[in-house]
């Protein structure tokens, strides 16, 4: 996954992973506190607002690994963020990437 290409200087990947999962679970728990919301763009894209603990993971790879672990506090904020957005999220635009800066207000194209 892209985040876990996104590593400091002499810091190795298994210290990479250990972050990234400590950085999901506090993103489960805020999420399971509503601290932190899930949105939906127009476009079908993600991204989480109020997320500050992220330790360079994007909400993007958040996404996809809370997904894929079966999160049940991901599955919720999912549910509660298409009913007020009126739509669904896009597999498309998930897995190309688009993706926000700034909690869902602006979008871009994957990179």
């Given at each position: 996954m892209?985040?876990?290409?996104?590593r400091?200087p002499?810091?190795?990947?298994?210290?990479r992973?250990?972050?990234?999962?400590a950085?999901l679970?506090?993103?489960?728990?805020a999420?399971?506190a509503?601290?932190?919301?899930?949105?939906?763009?127009a476009?079908?894209?993600?991204?989480?607002?109020?997320?500050?603990?992220?330790d360079?993971?994007?909400?993007?790879?958040?996404?996809?690994?809370?997904?894929?672990?079966?999160?049940?506090a991901?599955?919720?904020?999912?549910?509660r963020?298409?009913?007020?957005a009126g739509?669904?999220?896009?597999?498309?635009?998930?897995?190309?990437?688009?993706?926000?800066h700034?909690?869902?207000?602006?979008w871009?194209?994957?990179?």
């Amino acid at each position: 996954m892209p985040c876990d290409t996104y590593r400091q200087p002499q810091e190795t990947p298994e210290q990479r992973q250990r972050k990234i999962d400590a950085a999901l679970r506090r993103l489960a728990a805020a999420l399971e506190a509503n601290q932190v919301t899930l949105v939906v763009g127009a476009n079908g894209a993600v991204a989480f607002r109020n997320w500050t603990s992220r330790d360079g993971v994007t909400d993007v790879c958040a996404f996809r690994r809370l997904s894929v672990a079966g999160s049940f506090a991901l599955r919720k904020a999912l549910a509660r963020a298409e009913a007020a957005a009126g739509r669904r999220v896009d597999a498309n635009a998930v897995g190309a990437g688009v993706h926000s800066h700034d909690g869902g207000e602006t979008w871009a194209p994957g990179h």
